[in-house]
């Protein structure tokens, strides 16, 4: 078993920063691929931003040169700037991984609340 915790939501106001963090546990799990996602009321959960094992990233077009993603072990960053009222929702920390059985395993965190409003 693989656990997430997001922590670093809450609430800012447009053009504002914020941080998001993810601590990943788990001995028997290996983690490869993590990334971030988000779902706003009414939407679907998209995908944020991405990094594989190798440290390859992946951005969705509306969070380019905004988000920055990276990883340093088992915890995952979500560095956000220039934030603006679109970006308001719960976002998700999403790990793939890889038990000693060599099976593929997909794990959540519970989400963490971003509202930005003036």
């Known amino acids: 078993q693989v656990q997430l915790v997001e922590s670093g939501g809450g609430l800012v106001q447009p053009g504002g920063s914020l941080t998001l963090s993810c601590a990943a546990s788990?001995?028997?799990?290996?983690?490869?691929?993590m990334g971030w996602y988000r779902q706003a009321p009414g939407k679907q959960r998209e995908l944020v931003a991405s990094?594989?094992?190798?440290?390859h990233t992946n951005y969705a077009n509306s969070v380019k040169g905004r988000f920055d993603i990276s990883r340093d072990k088992n915890t995952l960053t979500l560095q956000i700037d220039s934030l603006n009222p679109e970006d308001t929702a719960v976002y998700y920390c999403?790990?793939?991984?890889?038990?000693?059985?060599?099976?593929?395993?997909?794990?959540w965190g519970r989400g963490t609340q971003v509202t930005v409003s003036s």
């Open positions: 999403h790990a793939e991984a890889y038990s000693d059985l060599r099976a593929r395993y997909d794990f």
């Open positions: 788990g001995s028997t799990f290996s983690i490869t691929d």
């Open positions: 990094i594989t094992g190798g440290g």
